[in-house]
């Protein structure tokens, strides 16, 4: 009794710390308003009309979707050459950390929302083989005489080998960036195990308790409920399964910061007009990560949707985050 | 080696069992002497700052989520009562999943809360049947956590991986070790068991603790591997320390000088070699091993026996020698007055 109540109290506190520090932040953050989407909803509810930020623009909710989706579909057939150009290459790293922390084991089934051209899941896709390559050749060097008992045992397991399949869920809202990513699949000549869905990350099209990992990379800011994409990725969870988001975040050295900035808002609208032909999406894009909230804050939002264990990991010295929570 | 126990069992009074959950935590002692009183106080705090969830877990991002884990579990649990039910499992799993699924746990409502550590125990506990077909490894964790209906992904939680797993079980040994020595206490001072004799004692002690790998003795080596890398050694060797302690103490030994120090290290020796040997022991139910144990206690024993009689012997021929000396002394007529 008394420690439910130490909890509640050591709970209140930390939300009185986390709105001292949300009004500080408003503060001294980098545009005057919308620090938070749901600051910013209770503040506009009361004149009845909702709005939120695109980029450093406010816009109406019902609008931010729509435009999202038209930024995106400009952006399609250059997605992957623009990643490479503006992050240098570097964001091939970040995914494969993302994959690294996340380790999954054979037989996972993982959802990538705004999942796009297919990066992480085809990424997942090759961890797990070669996983159950090596797992395969440790089981054929320690049984390289086996008795008549293991033979007949490994005969048994093969039909359940075939529901371990390791299977990879694609879903984008946006049709565009879906196709351009099933045409690098067949590319790749990768089929088995992988698929494609249109879908809203705020009303996933999937059942309860149906994937292992669910992993939403460089496009949670995009969404204009961040509360309910996270609701809604608990809800698609199974028990024990894992939340992952990688996500441009704050850079906590200053002078990287101060670098950062520069190259932001000076070289990649730049480069996207020059390579893509396309000057304001990229805008939107360097000033939808300054909106988006930092580590911390998004922690929180991980927690209060009901994940637990959440953890984050800084890289390129917080150029990305990695949040990670489970679904206990 | 010494100074370093000294300092891991101070550390561990003061600051309790930290990381690694002993699962039964029902264990707390009969508080009878003094300084298994001061013991008890630490166990009491540890049990106490448990439920306060200190920051001695892995993440200290973990202590401020599981203080909504327990706002949250009481408004899931009714969430998960009806996911509970639509939920698609497939076959090969249901009929793997004994009745303590996690699914069953949060249906009954008004029971304890469960702690994030005391869920990592449990799935821990659960991957321990996998070990023998796994080895010490990811695999067998995620094995584990799949019988008690939670996905393979939650073995993310496991940062040290393998380690925790091998960490978990020496824990777990250590506990039933402390148990069973605990109930012998109580047997011998109820009067309904005859004391044991201190050898006796300690050899019984050993094997029944060595006795606990025999399910897992194949993949032992791998175990002992994994315990012996760099990031896992300061709590191995805190597990050690404590086993040997509490050997030693329910042995009866009060001590409070030196031989305290060379009590501890020389079982600590005894034991190491007694679970090397029982590594690569082929013979029936380890025969050999236990044989080696005698004999080792046995020069333990000899070894106290032969610095007593060292000592007595070289005090004897001090005594001789002076008296061989007076005696020439008076021969030579030196002592005479003339």
């Not at chain 1, 009845?48 to 979707?65: C, I, L, N, Q, Y």
């Not at chain 2, 707390?28 to 448990?50: I, M, Q, V, W, Y």
Request: with cysteine.
């Amino acid at each position: 009794m008394a420690a439910s109540v130490k909890l509640l109290v050591r709970r209140v506190i930390r939300l009185s710390h986390r709105n001292i520090f949300a009004a500080a932040a408003g503060v001294s953050g980098r545009s005057g308003c919308c620090w938070a989407p749901s600051s910013c909803r209770c503040f506009s509810d009361a004149a009845g009309d909702r709005s939120t930020h695109f980029g450093f623009e406010t816009v109406p909710e019902a609008e931010k979707a729509k435009r999202v989706y038209q930024v995106f579909e400009n952006v399609a057939q250059k997605y992957d050459v623009m990643n490479d150009a503006m992050s240098l290459g570097v964001h091939r790293l970040w995914k494969d950390a993302l994959l690294h922390v996340m380790h999954p084991q054979p037989g996972a089934r993982l959802l990538d929302v705004a999942g796009g051209t297919g990066d992480i899941a085809l990424r997942f896709l090759e961890y797990v083989r070669t996983q159950q390559d090596r797992q395969k050749r440790r089981a054929a060097l320690s049984g390289q005489t086996p008795s008549w008992q293991d033979v007949s045992n490994n005969y048994s397991t093969e039909d359940e080998q075939e529901s371990r399949e390791s299977r990879a869920v694609v879903c984008d809202i946006n049709k565009e960036m879906l196709k351009v990513g099933k045409e690098k699949a067949d590319g790749l000549d990768i089929r088995a195990g992988l698929s494609w869905v249109v879908g809203d990350a705020e009303e996933l099209p999937f059942d309860d308790d149906q994937f292992d990992i669910y992993t939403i990379a460089f496009g949670i800011r995009n969404v204009t409920h961040i509360d309910q994409a996270l609701q809604e990725a608990l809800r698609v969870l199974k028990p024990g399964g894992r939340f992952m988001c990688l996500e441009f975040s704050k850079v906590t050295n200053p002078v990287l910061a101060r670098l950062y900035e520069a190259y932001s808002f000076q070289m990649i609208p730049v480069l996207g007009e020059v390579i893509a032909g396309d000057w304001k999406s990229y805008q939107y894009l360097v000033e939808s990560i300054r909106k988006f909230p930092d580590q911390e804050e998004f922690k929180c939002m991980i927690e209060d949707a009901g994940f637990y264990c959440v953890q984050y990991y800084n890289l390129t010295g917080g150029v990305v985050a990695l949040h990670s929570g489970f679904k206990l | 080696m010494a100074v370093l126990l000294r300092g891991l069992r101070a550390g561990r009074t003061l600051r309790g069992l930290g990381s690694v959950l002993a699962a039964p935590s029902a264990t707390n002692p009969t508080c009878s002497s003094l300084r298994r009183g001061f013991h008890c106080a630490a166990l009491r705090l540890r049990d106490e700052s448990k439920t306060h969830k200190p920051s001695s877990s892995s993440s200290s991002s973990s202590s401020s989520s599981s203080t909504t884990y327990h706002e949250h579990y009481q408004a899931h649990s009714a969430d998960q009562d009806a996911a509970g039910a639509s939920r698609d499992e497939p076959a090969a799993e249901e009929a793997a999943r004994p009745n303590t699924s996690y699914q069953d746990q949060s249906g009954e409502q008004g029971e304890e809360y469960e702690t994030e550590e005391q869920l990592q125990a449990r799935i821990l506990s659960a991957a321990l049947e996998f070990v023998p077909m796994h080895g010490w490894s990811m695999e067998a964790v995620a094995a584990g956590a799949e019988t008690l209906g939670l996905s393979s992904a939650s073995t993310g939680m496991f940062y040290n991986g393998a380690g925790d797993l091998v960490l978990h079980f020496i824990a777990q040994c250590n506990a039933q070790l402390t148990e069973i020595l605990a109930e012998q206490h109580n047997q011998v001072q109820l009067g309904q068991a005859e004391p044991k004799k201190t050898a006796d004692f300690l050899r019984d002690a050993v094997e029944t603790r060595l006795r606990m790998y025999t399910p897992y003795i194949e993949t032992w080596p791998q175990a002992m591997s994994i315990v012996l890398l760099p990031h896992n050694i300061p709590d191995s060797l805190k597990h050690l320390s404590t086993l040997v302690d509490d050997m030693w103490y329910y042995a009866g030994d009060r001590s409070t000088d030196m031989n305290w120090y060379t009590k501890r290290a020389a079982l600590t020796g005894i034991y190491n070699t007694t679970e090397l040997v029982m590594v690569q022991d082929s013979s029936p139910d380890f025969l050999d091993t236990w044989s080696f144990l005698d004999n080792r206690i046995q020069d333990v024993v000899n070894m106290a026996g032969t610095a007593k009689q060292v000592q007595s012997t070289g005090e004897a021929m001090v005594q001789g020698l002076v008296g061989a000396a007076v005696t020439l002394k008076n021969l030579s007529g030196m002592n005479q007055k003339r």
